[in-house]
């Protein structure tokens, strides 16, 4: 297995959700500064024509793929296989999706990494804030993951808004709260955008994240796709079900991203 596979110019680590979980936390308690994103398909595309966005994505401590298309791909290029042979794979992605977990072994979702990386830090002196999403809403997730992970410090929450014009107020208050780590829920691309501008004026954080629809999730806001259907790369249709008007960023995901890859599989050295 590689260690590093690059997808449209973005690397991924090959990595798995307890690595992953693991590395931000040590990367806290060795004031390691940086931080780390969950890459989809959705937002590989937008990096191709957002040299800025990419840039960031370039950067991150840790890229991990959080799509079971992430991982189609990945097998396609490592393996050098030809357009015909990753398109015939194509169904695989529902049908038997452990196919793809031998170049990338694990779809990570941000979802999943950031309830992971509170259970973990639960257990230390390590504490958090949650930035973003609808009033309340990162507080009533903060207090339910509080109570599901005694011990858990969330230092405070935010709904706040990637407006420039609330930088300043909001880096304040991040740093008042003394928080080691910091969740941004204000979806792809502004929260790494975001992220990549503040990361070194926060005094206290170490780690950064973007978690995307995560609090939504948590708080009961929206409800997330049963696990079968997370384990068979379906949690896109769910989510086109509860919110029609997604329809285009799933457009991108299941169509746009594969013609994406195919058509660049057996292309000349660039
Ligand atoms: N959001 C926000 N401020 C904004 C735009 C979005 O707080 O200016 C929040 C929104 O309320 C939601 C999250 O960002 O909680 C984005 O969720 P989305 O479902 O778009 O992210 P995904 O999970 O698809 O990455």
Not at 19 to 26: G, I
Request: glycine share 6%; net charge positive.
């Amino acid at each position: 297995m590689p260690k590093e596979i690059t997808v449209l110019g973005i690397p991924f680590k090959n990595t798995t959700l307890e690595k992953a979980s693991s590395f931000v936390v040590d990367s806290v308690k060795n004031g390691k500064k940086g931080y780390i994103c969950t890459p989809n398909p959705e937002m590989l595309l937008e990096s191709q024509r957002n040299s800025t966005f990419k840039n960031v994505l370039k950067h991150s401590l840790l890229n991990v793929p959080d799509g079971i298309g992430i991982l189609w791909a990945a097998t396609h290029i490592y393996n050098k296989s030809g357009k015909i042979k990753a398109f015939l794979t194509l169904p695989l992605v529902i049908l038997y999706p452990a196919y793809f977990k031998k170049v990338l072994q694990e779809r990570v979702t941000g979802a999943d990494l950031m309830q992971t990386i509170c259970k973990k830090i639960a257990k230390e002196s390590i504490n958090c804030f949650f930035l973003g999403a609808a009033p309340g809403v990162a507080k009533k997730a903060a207090d339910i993951l509080e109570k599901k992970y005694p011990g858990l410090a969330i230092n405070g929450t935010h709904s706040g808004s990637p407006d420039d014009k609330e930088m300043d107020e909001i880096i304040n208050m991040i740093d008042k709260s003394e928080a080691d780590i910091l969740f941004v829920a204000y979806g792809a691309p502004a929260q790494e955008l975001w992220i990549s501008k503040v990361i070194n004026r926060l005094k206290t954080v170490k780690i950064a994240i973007g978690i995307g629809g995560t609090l939504d999730f948590i708080s009961g806001t929206k409800v997330r796709s049963p696990k079968w259907m997370q384990k068979i790369g379906l949690e896109w249709l769910y989510r086109l079900i509860q919110e029609p008007s997604r329809w285009r960023r799933i457009y991108n995901a299941t169509i746009k991203f594969p013609i994406r890859i195919i058509s660049s599989l057996d292309a000349p050295s660039s």
